[in-house]
Structures are given as structure tokens and as C-alpha cells.
């Protein structure tokens, strides 16, 4: 399984830490289990006040060779490569993900037949697993509070929802079906009986799950799709330089690179997706706006979880705007200014805020 770590072990940054001193690398690294351990503002501001530091002792850097080497070093630690298989796909066939693949695109799945997967989370034309809209419009019209997620890369995560409360693809694509503020469908008997009508359906479903006594069940459905889902690998220039092509991303990108790891953004958005690995408050050293949803504190009914999100994945973000819970902020740039000022504490120059988000343009799968 190439599960992506959710903790990294404190150890682990005191260890990088110590062998390279007084180094960038050396003290963002260092400044990592202060803020990832403790849950106080005062150090978060320590953070960003010592990133902003070092920040200007790098500006003016030119990318040449051996600088591109350093950053690809600080890359591999912090993210490192999006895998090539998802959790879960030892068992994944070709009938399966092409049934799959059927289901998610098909308004059958709907109570009056207007609405797929595919309608909210946009795979096809080369758009980003979104509906790019704030809030997602349902089967029957009504708008929902939240913003959709994208389904691509999503299986990486270490749980699906904004709040976590799916722990996987499987157990995720049973809701939508049923859920009335989306696909509206009144029971699974009702998804399985408009399935058994059709013939195509009913042999697909025995060809994926040869083995299984009924085939055609509500479980089977969700496996099928999460198989499907589990295609949705992106390939993008960050990985291509993190695989060691030094023409991969411009000079603008790697400041963008070293600006955000250098800041500490990388506090949440770490691992391979930069992001979805742990759950974070919003507005940790200043509010945000809309305090109507409590996020993972409706899931664990525990109030150190008011207000906590899952970290989103920077993967594809350039295209699967616009951002947050509630989808309240429309441009990538605004996202991140708000982003170092809500949870760093920090106010962006106009030149680093376009460096990151030219960096996180490099995020976009090459084929979208
Ligand atoms: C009406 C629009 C709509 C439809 C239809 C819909 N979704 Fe979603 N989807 C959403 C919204 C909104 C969320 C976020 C809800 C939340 O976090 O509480 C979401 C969340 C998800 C997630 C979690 C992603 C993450 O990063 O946490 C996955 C995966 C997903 N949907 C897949 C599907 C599949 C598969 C289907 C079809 C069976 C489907 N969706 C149908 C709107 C929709
Ligand atoms: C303390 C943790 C933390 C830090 C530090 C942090 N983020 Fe975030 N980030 C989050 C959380 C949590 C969300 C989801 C917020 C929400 O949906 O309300 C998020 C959302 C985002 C989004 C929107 C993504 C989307 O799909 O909606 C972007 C872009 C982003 N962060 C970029 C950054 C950048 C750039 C930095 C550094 C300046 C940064 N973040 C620092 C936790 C963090």
C-alpha cells in the first residue's frame, strides 16, 4: 500500500534538522514539530515571523544548477512524488473501473435522472474534478453549503469530506446517491432496481464481481466507482522536477517553491498532495469570515474541533477554484494572500504571493 504518511515523526525533521546547520532547509525544518505539536498561536506567529526572515536572506537567488538541486532536496522531503497506485487498487480490474467508470457518469443514479458524480466533480473536457462553482447545485435545484471538492487524486487522502467523515472512496460514494440535497434517490433498493432493469448493467456487474454470491449490490456499486476513482492520478511539472528535470518549472515557479516551504505553508500542506494528510483549524491566528459551519467538530463532537477542516490538496488547484469549505474566495491569489494571513499571521508581498501562485500552477495535471 503506498498510503501516504499522516504524522511525520518529530524525530524524523530534528534528525534533517541537525545535518544541515543554519541552513534554510535546516531551519524551516527544524521550526516544523514547534507548530505541528503545539497548539498555540504565539509559536505559529514564531514561525512565520522566523520564515519571513529567511525568506529575504534568500531573495535575489538565481536558480542555477546547484540551487535547483537544493530546492529539489527540500521538495523530496516536504512532498515528494504523487504515487502511481492508489490505496485500495490491489483488487481493481478492468471490468471493475470500467463499470465504474459507467456509473459515475450516469444520471440513472439520480431520482429524476438530471445528475452523475460527473456533474458536481467535472473529470471530462479537461476540467478539474470540480463543478467550479462556490456551492453545488443538487437533482432538484437547491444549492448546498458546501464547495465540492475535487475528486481528482482524492483516494490519497487520509479520509474524503471537507470534515473527514467517509474514511474512504467506497464508503464516500454510497452518500451522494442518497443524499437528498444531491442525487435524491429515496433507498438503495431504488438504485438497485433501476440497475437490475437494465441488461448491460447486470452483466457488467457479474464480470466485475465475479466471485461475489449477489453481484449487483448497493456495496458493489460504491467499489466499482471508487475503482474508477481510483484512475484519477494527475502528472504534473512539480513531480517532473522533483524527478530531477531542471528545465521543469521556470525561475518564477521555484521562487514560488522556495516562498512556500520557506513561509511555512508546508506546516499543513505536506505529502504528496500538499495537503489532505490532517485536519487544521481555520483562521488559526486570525478568523475567518463565516463561522456557520463547525467543520470536523459535527463529526467527533469534540470542541477542539470547532472550525477544523481537512488541509485540501494544492494538487490541480489552479483549476478547481473557487476555494475553501464554503467556496468563498474566487481567485487562487486572494486564496493564498488570506491563506498566510488567516494561518501564518503574515501579510504577502505582491511579488511573493504571484511566485507561489505560479508554483502552484506547476501543480495542474499536464493533460487538463
Ligand atoms: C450535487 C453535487 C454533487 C454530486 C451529484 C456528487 N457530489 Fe461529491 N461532493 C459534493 C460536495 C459539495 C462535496 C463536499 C461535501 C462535504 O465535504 O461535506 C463532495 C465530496 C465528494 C468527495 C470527497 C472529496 C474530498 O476531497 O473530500 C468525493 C470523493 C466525491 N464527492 C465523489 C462523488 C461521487 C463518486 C459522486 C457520485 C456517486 C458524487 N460525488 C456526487 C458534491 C456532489
Ligand atoms: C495551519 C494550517 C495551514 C497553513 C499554515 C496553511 N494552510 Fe492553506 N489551508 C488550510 C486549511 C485547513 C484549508 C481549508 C480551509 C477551508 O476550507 O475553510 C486550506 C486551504 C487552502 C487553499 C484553498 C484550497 C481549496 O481547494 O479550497 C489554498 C490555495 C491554500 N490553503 C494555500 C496555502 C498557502 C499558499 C499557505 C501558505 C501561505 C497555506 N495555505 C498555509 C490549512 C493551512
Known amino acids: 500500500m503506498t498510503q501516504i504518511p499522516q504524522v511525520y515523526p518529530a524525530g524524523f525533521f530534528f534528525i534533517f534538522s541537525c545535518l544541515k546547520p543554519l541552513s534554510?532547509?535546516?531551519?524551516?525544518?527544524?521550526?516544523?514539530?514547534?507548530?505541528?505539536?503545539?497548539?498555540?498561536?504565539?509559536?505559529?506567529?514564531?514561525?512565520?515571523?522566523?520564515?519571513?526572515?529567511?525568506?529575504?536572506?534568500?531573495?535575489?537567488?538565481?536558480?542555477?544548477?546547484?540551487?535547483?538541486?537544493?530546492?529539489?532536496?527540500?521538495?523530496?522531503?516536504?512532498?515528494?512524488?504523487?504515487?502511481?497506485?492508489?490505496?485500495?487498487?490491489?483488487?481493481?480490474?478492468?471490468?471493475?473501473?470500467?463499470?465504474?467508470?459507467?456509473?459515475?457518469?450516469?444520471?440513472?443514479?439520480?431520482?429524476?435522472?438530471?445528475?452523475?458524480?460527473?456533474?458536481?466533480?467535472?473529470?471530462?473536457?479537461?476540467?478539474?474534478?470540480?463543478?467550479?462553482?462556490?456551492?453545488?447545485?443538487?437533482?432538484?435545484?437547491?444549492?448546498?453549503?458546501?464547495?465540492?471538492?475535487?475528486?481528482?487524486?482524492?483516494?490519497?487522502?487520509?479520509?474524503?469530506?471537507?470534515?473527514?467523515?467517509?474514511?474512504?472512496?467506497?464508503?464516500?460514494?454510497?452518500?451522494?446517491?442518497?443524499?437528498?440535497?444531491?442525487?435524491?434517490?429515496?433507498?438503495?433498493?431504488?438504485?438497485?432496481?433501476?440497475?437490475?432493469?437494465?441488461?448491460?448493467?447486470?452483466?457488467?456487474?457479474?464480470?466485475?464481481?465475479?466471485?461475489a454470491e449477489t453481484a449487483l449490490t448497493y456495496d458493489n456499486m460504491a467499489e466499482a466507482i471508487a475503482a474508477f476513482e481510483r484512475t484519477l492520478i494527475t502528472k504534473d511539472r512539480f513531480d517532473d522536477f522533483q524527478r530531477g528535470d531542471d528545465e521543469a518549472l521556470s525561475d518564477l515557479e521555484l521562487k514560488g517553491l522556495e516562498t512556500f516551504t520557506g513561509i511555512g505553508c508546508t506546516t499543513c500542506h505536506t505529502g504528496p498532495l500538499l495537503g489532505g494528510g490532517m485536519y487544521q483549524k481555520v483562521g488559526l491566528v486570525h478568523p475567518y469570515e463565516n463561522f456557520s459551519d463547525l467543520g470536523r467538530e459535527a463529526v467527533t463532537k469534540d470542541e477542539d474541533d470547532k472550525y477544523k477542516f481537512k488541509v485540501p490538496t494544492l494538487r490541480n488547484v489552479a483549476i478547481t477554484g473557487p476555494y475553501f469549505h464554503d467556496g468563498g474566495v474566487s481567485t487562487l491569489n486572494f486564496a493564498v494572500r488570506k491563506m498566510a494571513y488567516m494561518q501564518l499571521g503574515m501579510e504577502l508581498s505582491t511579488e511573493q504571493t504571484e511566485a507561489i501562485v505560479a508554483f502552484l500552477g506547476a501543480l495542474t495535471d499536464k493533460g487538463r
Open 24 to 211: 534554510l532547509n535546516c531551519l524551516t525544518l527544524y521550526l516544523i514539530p514547534m507548530i505541528r505539536f503545539s497548539k498555540t498561536i504565539g509559536s505559529s506567529l514564531l514561525v512565520a515571523a522566523l520564515g519571513a526572515n529567511l525568506l529575504q536572506a534568500e531573495d535575489g537567488a538565481n536558480y542555477n544548477k546547484a540551487k535547483k538541486a537544493e530546492l529539489r532536496e527540500l521538495a523530496t522531503t516536504f512532498f515528494g512524488v504523487l504515487p502511481d497506485a492508489m490505496p485500495g487498487s490491489e483488487n481493481d480490474n478492468d471490468y471493475r473501473r470500467h463499470l465504474g467508470e459507467k456509473l459515475y457518469f450516469d444520471t440513472l443514479l439520480s431520482k429524476n435522472n438530471t445528475q452523475s458524480c460527473n456533474s458536481c466533480h467535472r473529470v471530462d473536457q479537461g476540467l478539474g474534478g470540480v463543478d467550479n462553482a462556490p456551492g453545488s447545485t443538487g437533482a432538484f435545484g437547491g444549492v448546498g453549503d458546501r464547495n465540492a471538492p475535487t475528486v481528482l487524486n482524492a483516494g490519497f487522502q487520509l479520509a474524503q469530506f471537507w470534515d473527514g467523515r467517509a474514511a474512504d472512496l467506497q464508503a464516500q460514494a454510497k452518500g451522494p446517491v442518497l443524499n437528498p440535497g444531491e442525487m435524491a434517490m429515496p433507498s438503495e433498493e431504488a438504485v438497485l432496481d433501476r440497475l437490475r432493469m437494465d441488461d448491460t448493467y447486470r452483466e457488467l456487474f457479474v464480470k466485475a464481481f465475479p466471485d
